[in-house]
């Protein structure tokens, strides 16, 4: 079974910066492309960043670039993204998702996996 289990969300203060992680088991982690998206209350889910298997090529959202960092670790089966200079308009539930191929990342068709999701909140 395939599991997907993000964590780090919280509250925080705008300019601040949070890391969020996702745990995954289930499958061959070293082999999926990773992703991170964000939902916001009344807003569709939007792409937020990427890494590839390797975690030498990442591709994020030009609304968090040099802000947001994605990153992972394959021995720990764990992809990070770290965030700061948070700003309010940031404040949705992420969620991370894993893909079998990298495809056309920034849309959630390309994904096979879902975590359930960790809020995060930005005050201004």
């Known amino acids: 079974q395939v599991q997907l289990v993000e964590s780090g969300g919280g509250l925080v203060q705008a300019g601040g910066s949070l890391r969020l992680s996702c745990a995954a088991s289930?499958?061959?982690?070293?082999?999926?492309?990773m992703g991170w998206f964000r939902q916001a209350p009344g807003k569709d889910r939007e792409f937020v960043a990427a890494i590839r298997w390797t975690g030498g090529y990442t591709y994020y959202a030009d609304s968090v670039k040099g802000r947001f960092t994605c990153s992972r670790d394959n021995a720990k089966n764990t992809v990070y993204l770290q965030m700061n200079s948070l700003k309010p308009e940031d404040t949705a539930v992420y969620y991370c998702?894993?893909?079998?191929?990298?495809?056309?990342?920034?849309?959630?068709?390309?994904?096979?996996?879902w975590g359930q999701g960790t809020q995060v909140t930005v005050s201004s």
């Open positions: 998702a894993a893909a079998r191929r990298w495809g056309v990342i920034i849309t959630e068709d390309a994904y096979d996996y």
């Open positions: 289930g499958i061959t982690f070293s082999t999926h492309t």
